[in-house]
């Protein structure tokens, strides 16, 4: 009875909000996510022949969406953030990774799940979208700049990612050389100043 009750509880790492360090922040994350979706399936049901209200509901959900992502839920849930920089001289831009401190509290299991599954799971979705809609030139721009969006934030979070575990591994080395340069350092000058 008691193993059943341990196996019924949600574990940290589950697909559960209530286990979330930042309940509101991961549903804003995913009420923008699904939401766009939505409008976009289901707008014409309740307006009637309505493209433009469709296509313009949807675009300013996507921007929200892309805007939350990438300034407040990616920070909040995962401790990543990015953003791009134009050198205003040469017009060349750069991209810019964030990522929180390794010794800052670490990433809560669930909400790391949730972010990462809806962040490939979204363009996957509007990809079969736009697979379904192929023939319909109108109904596929908004499929379009849904991709753009998406897929920009997607390839962005996974560089951001793969930066910071690239950072947090050349900082260790380097804690560590410096660790071992501070002994070797310490133990060299002590045989010189004996005398």
Known sequence: MEQQ????????????????????????????????????????????????????????????????????????????????????????????????????????????????LALYVQPVLWAGLGVLYILSPKWLSIVVIALILTITNTVAFSRCDKFSQATDLASSVGYSGGLARNIAGGLFSRLFTRS
């Open 5 to 116: 009750q341990q196996q019924q509880q949600p574990r940290q790492g589950d697909l559960s909000w209530r286990l979330s360090s930042h309940p509101v922040t991961l549903l804003g994350f995913l009420g923008f996510r699904i939401s766009s979706l939505l409008v976009y399936l289901f707008g014409g049901l309740f307006v009637k022949d309505n493209f433009v209200l469709i296509f313009i509901l949807t675009i300013l959900l996507l921007a929200a969406d892309f805007y939350y992502l990438k300034n407040i839920a990616g920070r909040r849930l995962v401790g990543l953030r990015w953003w791009n920089e134009v050198d205003p001289a040469s017009g060349s831009s750069t991209w810019v990774f964030e990522s929180a401190p390794p010794h800052a509290a670490s990433a809560n299991k669930t909400d790391s799940r949730f972010f990462w």
